[in-house]
């Protein structure tokens, strides 16, 4: 089972990327369609054709290798100079990968040359490139609130999972009750596991939270506790009312954020506090439908963050690799890295709800990295071409600003060169992380 779970988790992935890339492209797809632009191919993946049809003007499929997608439209760039047409390409490699990109360019604007991207406004342009990444951020908040508010997170209820029988000092090794050590408070009261604290001196509580802020500030205090007690028939829980008194232990001071506060000397501070001894159960509690959108802004802030430290934390990967050294869980990864782990979460013993969420969130995880790497201002990437719009903008603004003849559109063929190192190091960049994964991996559990 625990091995099936594993193989369920990968597929979800997969799935989840499949789908992740299918929007990203329907995201370009749409705008490109609405305002008239020519679009030949709407594909998922790279290599050779698997399936496709033709609906239109546009051929619709899937490819052999599922680790991107594109859309092809009519006149990216503007088409090459009459007097440059039937010239050769000569002097060295860049300059024909210039040529063959403008080659490829002028193929796909036949002869309806109004139908074509590089002709619409510039903040067409603009909508038609965030519309990919956008639709991987609106999937990732989609994700987020389906996990946090049809799911829920695991929190500490008001109802008793486990009882400490005895009270057992935090200094000492010892792992079970002997007959000298005094009864915890909880036990000595009799509550049981199952039992659900509903008030406490009259005040109703909700929650862990509440009940185990009652008890720390009162130690020593007579308490009143109202529960209800599951009936061994079956039947409706019995109410009853059990004094307990919590007794007096000492925990480190922490402050509002968490943190262990510390003595003037260095020795860490310590408060009193009331203790009685049981632990919570933990249930699957839905948040508000804000949730989902805090979640998904923090995840941005926090991939935006893994970017800018990108160099330093791929030179961290590669010395891991070397060394043997653990990898950085808060580090990049590849596909096969969230397949692995999404294959951990789903086998590990935990409700299933709490499985499903696990491997939603990184479903979702993974489309806020798309979201935030195709902003990146460099081309062949979505950010590159919102770049050359908005040149493109200045450029004729400038123009019309001084009353100049209108400048010619911008040719980012020029820039082929440029995106071809781009590229490499994209490549480069996933090697490593796909080799760091398989010999390496990141170890959460």
């Known amino acids: 089972m625990t091995v099936l779970a594993f193989i369920i988790g990968i597929l979800v992935i997969v799935v989840g990327l499949a789908v992740s890339i299918a929007l990203h492209e329907i995201g370009h797809l749409v705008p490109a369609k609405l305002f008239k632009v020519r679009v030949g191919q709407y594909m998922i993946g790279f290599g050779p054709t698997l399936w496709s049809k033709k609906f239109?003007?546009?051929?619709?499929?899937?490819?052999?290798?599922?680790?991107?997608?594109?859309?092809?439209?009519?006149?990216?760039?503007?088409?090459t100079a009459g007097d440059a047409k039937t010239g050769k390409a000569g002097g060295g490699f860049f300059r024909t990968m210039v040529q063959d990109a403008r080659d490829a360019n002028d193929e796909t604007i036949g002869?309806?040359?109004?139908?074509?991207?590089?002709?619409?406004p510039t903040y067409k342009r603009i909508i038609i490139m965030l519309g990919g990444p956008l639709m991987n951020l609106l999937f990732s908040g989609v994700l987020f609130t389906v996990i946090l508010s049809g799911i829920g997170i695991q929190q500490s209820s008001n109802t008793i999972a486990t009882i400490n029988e005895?009270?057992?000092?935090?200094?000492s090794t010892q792992t079970e009750c002997t007959p000298n050590d005094p009864a915890s408070p909880a036990a000595a009261a009799g509550l049981k596991p199952g039992d659900t604290i509903t008030a406490i001196d009259g005040k109703p509580v909700e929650n862990f939270v509440e009940v185990s802020t009652i008890i720390r500030d009162n130690p020593g205090t007579e308490l009143s506790f109202s529960i209800l007690?599951?009936?061994?028939?079956?039947?409706?829980?019995?109410?009853?009312?059990?004094?307990?008194?919590?007794?007096?232990?000492?925990?480190?001071?922490?402050?509002?954020?968490?943190n262990?506060?510390?003595?003037?000397?260095?020795?860490?501070?310590?408060?009193?506090?009331?203790?009685?001894?049981f632990g919570p159960t933990q249930v699957l509690t839905p948040q508000p439908l804000s949730a989902g959108i805090e979640q998904t802004a923090s995840n941005v802030g926090a991939v935006a963050g893994i970017m800018v430290e990108l160099p330093v934390k791929l030179y961290n990967t590669a010395a891991t690799l070397v060394t043997g050294g653990e990898r950085d869980p808060n580090g990049p990864i590849s596909v096969v890295g969230v397949g692995r782990i999404a294959g951990e979460v789903a086998a590990i013993d935990a409700p299933i709800a709490t499985r499903v969420?696990?491997?939603?969130?990184?479903?979702?995880?993974l489309n806020i990295a798309l979201f935030v790497f195709n902003l990146i201002p460099l081309l062949p990437l979505d950010g590159g071409h919102v770049v050359v719009a908005l040149w493109d903008?200045?450029?004729?603004?400038?123009?019309?600003?001084?009353?100049?003849?209108?400048?010619?559109?911008?040719?980012a063929t020029k820039l082929v060169p440029l995106t071809f190192v781009v590229v490499i190091a994209l490549v480069g960049m996933g090697a490593l992380l796909l080799i760091a994964d398989i010999v390496n991996p990141v170890q959460l559990f």
């Open 56 to 79: 239109g003007e546009t051929e619709y499929g899937f490819k052999a290798i599922p680790l991107g997608g594109y859309i092809s439209m009519a006149g990216m760039y503007p088409p």
């Open 260 to 277: 262990i506060v510390t003595n003037a000397d260095g020795t860490t501070q310590m408060v009193d506090v009331g203790f009685v001894g």
């Open 111 to 120: 002869a309806d040359e109004d139908r074509v991207f590089y002709k619409l």
């Open 166 to 171: 005895c009270v057992i000092l935090a200094s």
């Open 393 to 411: 903008a200045i450029k004729r603004g400038w123009a019309k600003l001084f009353r100049r003849p209108a400048p010619k559109p911008v040719d």
């Open 357 to 365: 969420a696990g491997v939603l969130s990184l479903v979702a995880s």
């Open 229 to 258: 007690r599951p009936s061994s028939s079956g039947g409706e829980a019995e109410p009853l009312t059990l004094t307990v008194t919590p007794m007096l232990a000492q925990r480190p001071a922490v402050d509002d954020k968490g």
